[in-house]
Every structure is written in C-alpha cells, then in structure tokens.
C-alpha cells in the first residue's frame, strides 16, 4: 500500500486528470455546436435590420400618400380659387380688377402645375420604394427561412447534449472542490495558454502527449513514481504516466456513460 504522501499526490494526480477528462468532454461537446449560435445570433440581428428597414420604407410611403393628399387637395382648392375669379371677373368695374383677378387665376394654375409636378414626383418616390420593399421582403424571406434551419439545428444538438452538458459541469465543479485552488488555478491558466485546451496530459511514446519534445528517461521515471506533480518544461502542462491515465479514461468512459 502506497504512503500517505504517495497517496495525496497521486490522489491530486487522478483528481486533475479527471478534471481534464471532464473538461475535454465539455469542450468536444461544444465544438460541435460550433459557429452555430453566433450563426443563429448574427441571423437574428440580420431579420431584425430587415423589419426595421421594411417598417421604415412602409412609413416612408404612407408619409409620402400623405403628401400626395395634401397637394390634391390644394389643386382642389385652387381650382375653386380659379372658378370664383372668373366669376369675379365678369362683373369687374375696371381694367385694373380685371387683371389683378387676371394674376390671381395666373397663379393658382402655376400652383396647380407646381402641385401636379410634386405629384409626379412623389408617385415616382412610392414607385421606388415599393422596389425597395419587395427585394426587401424576399431577402427577409430567405433570410428567415435559412434563420429557421439554423435554429432547427442548433435546437437539436441542444436537445442531444444539453443535459449532458450540465451534468459535465456540475462534475467539473465537483473535481475542482477536490483540489487544492493553487493546482486549480494553474491548470485553468495552463487551459487557457494551449490551443486545445489539454492543460493535462499523458506521457506517450516517451513524449508530452501532443509534444514532439523528448522527456528525458529520468523525468519519466519520476512521473510514474507519483511522487510529486511534474510539468511539461517545454508546454508547461502537467503530466501523468500512461497507466494512470488509462486506468481513468476507463473509469470516466464508465461515468460518462451514466450521464
């Protein structure tokens, strides 16, 4: 039976290698999310600028409709303008009424013309704009059909690992209550410095598991000795022997089997 202090690392040993057994999984589980939510995040935004844009332009032409209102009724209220001169004008005492009511129905019709030009112009913008609205309307169609596949997907591999997920976490919370906060730390520092997130790791072929970088036959001997933790000098990861590491591969496989 091994003694006390034998016992405490290699306890600490197992304990990280669990972690990272634990972690791994979180973060293979992850990976296949992948890009999906901010995919599914980047296409909600992109449906919501659609709406916003569609609502503006529908309010642009009903502002538009309401200009063109305007403008009909002065043509209306112009024409009456011309009407009431002419009659004015028959029973004029002067030339100088005559054509000062002469001017007044001048200008009205230059109003009338004016208002009529707006018109145009403004059936014209609507014209545009119902352009607009339309490539608008089937961008957003199929921006929203291909937001509906994406949150499909993303939904189902939710549904696959969601539960499993959570209960990894909770276990990885679990693991770390185990170990000192100085070895926690580290590991979570080593975590975040290495591309795959391996802050724990086996000795494999006489190298750091994903090294090409040699252990000396000494170093490797005092790694399968658990007697102390030992890191990676160059990497910095923390290393365990093959034996230790395959014997918990096979009792988390069973753990992670339950969940």
């Known amino acids: 039976m091994a003694n006390k202090k034998e016992s405490t690392v290699e306890e600490k040993l197992r304990a990280l290698y669990d972690l990272q057994l634990i972690d791994s999984r979180v973060d293979e589980i992850r990976n296949v999310r992948g890009e999906l939510p901010l995919e599914v995040e980047d296409l909600e935004d992109e449906v919501l600028g659609l709406k916003t ?13 309401f200009e063109i209102a305007a403008k009909k009724n002065l043509i209306d209220e112009s024409k009456a303008l011309i009407k ?25 019709e230059l109003e009338i013309q004016l208002a009529e030009k707006n018109i145009k112009e ?6 545009q704009k119902k352009e607009v ?25 939710l549904a696959e690992t969601e539960k499993e997920e959570k209960a990894l976490l909770k276990k990885s919370e679990e693991y770390q209550d185990k170990i000192e906060e100085r070895l926690i730390k580290a590991y979570k520092r080593i975590r975040q410095n ?27 001997v005092e790694i399968a000795s658990r007697k102390k933790i030992i ?15 395959e014997e918990e591969q096979d009792r988390m496989e069973k753990l992670f089997a339950k969940i």
């Open 122 to 127: 403004f059936k014209a913008q609507i014209e």
């Open 53 to 65: 844009r569609m609502d503006k332009l529908k309010t642009d032409v009903e502002t538009i409709n």
């Open 84 to 108: 009431k001169y002419s009659e004015q004008q028959k029973n004029v005492r002067n030339s100088r009424e005559f054509n000062s009511l002469s001017k007044e129905v001048e200008f009205q």
């Open 231 to 245: 890191t990676d000098e160059h990497s910095g990861r923390i290393l365990v022997d093959p034996l230790l590491a």
């Open 194 to 220: 290495v591309k795959n997130g391996l802050a724990v790791v086996p000795v494999e072929r006489g190298a750091s598991g994903g090294s090409f970088f040699t252990i000396p036959p000494q170093v490797q």
């Open 133 to 157: 609205i339309s490539t608008t309307k089937e961008k957003l169609s199929e921006r929203e059909g291909h937001l509906k596949h994406k949150k499909g997907e993303l939904d189902a591999i």
